[in-house]
């Protein structure tokens, strides 16, 4: 069974605090992503990564970095949180086969006060 | 702007009632998807269409990719309370990144 884990459900965390967000796939993924989803925004890609020590900018990069040191774990890092970051954020992963199909994490809700 | 418009942004019908969503874009997708999400979690894929005119059925879902692979359309019929939760769907273009629709937030009155 398909299996996208994301280390907190929900976090809080101040203005200015740097905030690491993980996620863990077991399925040897090549692929990794981390979106943000806002009312009425539907979901944003944030970063992308397509190999180990890989990454490509997505939608809305800025004030945010990413890590992938081990193909099943991508690290989505907010540098210095503010409260425009405050938002639900899903990893996802895919294969490289024609499909492409993306599974995704339960979801971390963050909240910058 | 949106590069996948999906409509209508909310609905509420009647239990047994038929409903269809629509997702358009004027750029074309190599493949795209279909996903629900339940409150609190995450999206969860029903169906991948990947060739132009592409029609896939799961139960009472009916998926339709256009032919020109720049639309898609979710059909329900005889809607359940328990289809009440938010449809997504997902463009993939030639660089293997994904475009979002914005939603349709489903609610089926018993």
């Known amino acids: 069974d398909v299996k996208v884990t994301q280390s907190s459900r929900y976090l809080v965390k101040r203005t200015g605090e740097k905030v690491f967000l993980e996620c863990v796939q077991d399925?040897?993924?090549?692929?990794m992503f981390w979106y943000r989803q806002d009312p009425g925004l539907g979901l944003r890609l944030i970063y992308f990564s397509y190999d180990v020590k890989m990454k490509e900018k997505g939608d809305i990069p800025e004030g945010y970095s990413v890590s992938r040191e081990k193909k099943e774990r991508f690290s989505l890092i907010l540098e210095s949180a503010s409260t425009n970051q405050t938002s639900m954020y899903l990893c996802a992963s895919s294969d490289g086969t024609d499909a492409y199909e993306q599974y995704f994490g339960p979801g971390t809700r963050l909240t910058v006060t | 702007t949106q590069l996948l418009e999906q409509s209508p942004q909310f609905l509420s019908i009647q239990e047994g009632e038929n409903l269809t969503v629509y997702c358009n874009s004027s750029?074309?997708?190599?493949?795209l998807q279909w996903y629900r999400q339940e409150p609190g979690e995450g999206p969860v894929l029903l169906v991948t269409v990947v060739t132009g005119g592409e029609v896939k059925k799961l139960k009472r879902l009916t998926f339709q990719f256009g032919d020109a692979r720049k639309d898609s359309s979710l059909h329900i019929t005889a809607a359940q309370p328990g289809d009440t939760v938010l449809y997504l769907c997902?463009?993939?273009?030639?660089?293997?990144?994904?475009?979002f629709g914005s939603g349709t937030k489903l609610n089926v009155k018993p």
């Open positions: 750029s074309v997708f190599s493949s």
């Open positions: 399925m040897d993924h090549e692929n």
């Open positions: 997902a463009g993939r273009d030639n660089f293997n990144k994904f475009y």
